[in-house]
């Protein structure tokens, strides 16, 4: 049985979908698709897992083949105390990556994407942040993720070192490699070449990475509504998980379709100056 290797494990929105997908071109490189199939989130948190169980979650690297490096690349693991010590556990030899984004610009991209994704009711930004400033997190809490709308929590996720510094602990200093997305748009192939070298995989020459995942916003908002509500129904997910493990796939097709029908990228409108001096503040003194 094949097993990964390494995991890419967040942050959303730092340019983890671009690194994933160039890995994924590397003849020794397998990434497993899904992406993210967040599968080491705890069993309590809002239904995202794509596996059913173990062995469907161990399928999606069968065909890793002699690949030296085997990964998967779920974001929101960074954030979970649940994933961290699941994989620690579990992989304690595995490579860990981490990107980051400066903080400002990561609320900005974060607020839009859950806002197109329909978890964030709050369009204003700057209302946004500071509502989530006013949110406590309980001291009993088993792993972030079992918040309600835990991914709109914008002041906690932002705290990028608190969470490296907890996957340095459970591994290492040199198992985990942080990358800033703002190094991999300046100087991409330098970045490419210490990510392979942190997987300890040789350069294959290959330059440009491209930037993916852009914002986005529904051609048709009502038909997005309908899609997300149905893709969170619990119910819903439970059978299709069960029928996909049961068949030994992993996306019947019609979504993924469906939602590229109705996505068109478009330029965020800009974070106001003094929203973005808050958070930049708020960081530098955590």
């Given at each position: 049985m094949t097993r990964p290797n390494f995991f890419i494990v967040g942050a959303p929105k730092c340019g983890t979908t671009a690194l994933a997908?160039?890995?994924?071109g590397h003849p020794n490189i397998f990434v497993s698709s899904p992406k993210e199939p967040n599968h080491y989130l705890?069993?309590?948190?809002d239904n995202i897992r794509a596996c059913e169980n173990d062995r469907h979650y161990e399928a999606l690297f069968e065909r890793a083949g002699a690949a030296r490096a085997v990964g998967e690349a779920s974001v929101w693991y960074l954030f979970s105390d649940?994933?961290?010590e699941e994989i620690a556990r579990l992989y304690p030899d595995a490579r860990i990556v981490v990107m980051t984004r400066d903080p400002a610009d990561f609320v900005a991209s974060l607020h839009s994407q859950q806002r197109f994704g329909g978890f964030e009711a709050e369009a204003d930004i700057a209302l946004a942040w500071r509502r989530s400033r006013e949110s406590?997190?309980?001291?009993?809490?088993?792993?972030?993720?079992?918040?309600?709308?835990?991914?709109t929590r914008y002041s906690e996720l932002v705290q990028?070192?608190?969470?490296?510094?907890r996957w340095r602990a459970a591994f290492s200093d040199e198992q985990v490699l942080v990358i800033p997305v703002e190094l991999m748009r300046t100087a991409p192939q330098a970045t490419y070449q210490r990510v392979l070298?942190?997987?300890?995989?040789?350069?294959?020459?290959?330059?440009n990475i491209a930037s993916v995942n852009a914002n986005k916003r529904h051609r048709v908002k009502l038909l997005g509504w309908i899609m997300h509500a149905l893709r969170r129904n619990e119910w819903l997910l439970t059978v299709s998980r069960r029928l996909k493990a049961a068949l030994g796939?992993?996306?019947?097709g019609i979504y993924p379709r469906l939602h590229r029908l109705n996505t068109v990228e478009e330029k965020r409108a800009p974070m106001p100056s003094e929203t973005r001096s808050?958070?930049?503040d708020f960081v530098s003194t955590r």
């Open positions: 997908a160039h890995l994924a705890h069993p309590e948190a649940h994933a961290r406590e997190i309980p001291a009993d809490l088993p792993s972030l993720e079992c918040l309600v709308n835990w991914r990028f070192e608190k969470y490296i510094d070298a942190h997987l300890h995989v040789a350069d294959d020459g290959r330059e796939i992993h996306s019947f808050e958070i930049h």
